[in-house]
């Protein structure tokens, strides 16, 4: 992850989910908080919240 931030590719967190019965609650928050050790915790709740709204054409969604 380190040559992907040095090289200026934006790196935020997603998940896939598709349903109730697949879901694992909470591993969101893990992926957060080990964003938050590489990126720092302000970054990492930005590329949790309007950095990956952007990388999906989502701006415009509260």
């Known amino acids: 992850m380190e040559i992907a ?3 200026g590719i934006k790196i935020v967190m997603g ?3 598709v349903s109730a019965e697949n879901s694992k609650q909470g591993d ?3 992926e957060i ?3 938050s050790k590489f ?3 302000i970054q990492a709740l930005i ?5 990956a709204s ?3 054409g989502l701006t415009d969604q509260g």
Request: net charge negative.
């Open 5 to 7: 931030r040095d090289a």
């Open 33 to 35: 908080e080990r964003l």
């Open 39 to 41: 990126l720092g915790p």
């Open 28 to 30: 969101n928050a893990i």
């Open 47 to 51: 590329a949790s919240t309007s950095l």
């Open 54 to 56: 952007e990388c999906v």
């Open 15 to 17: 998940t896939d989910f």
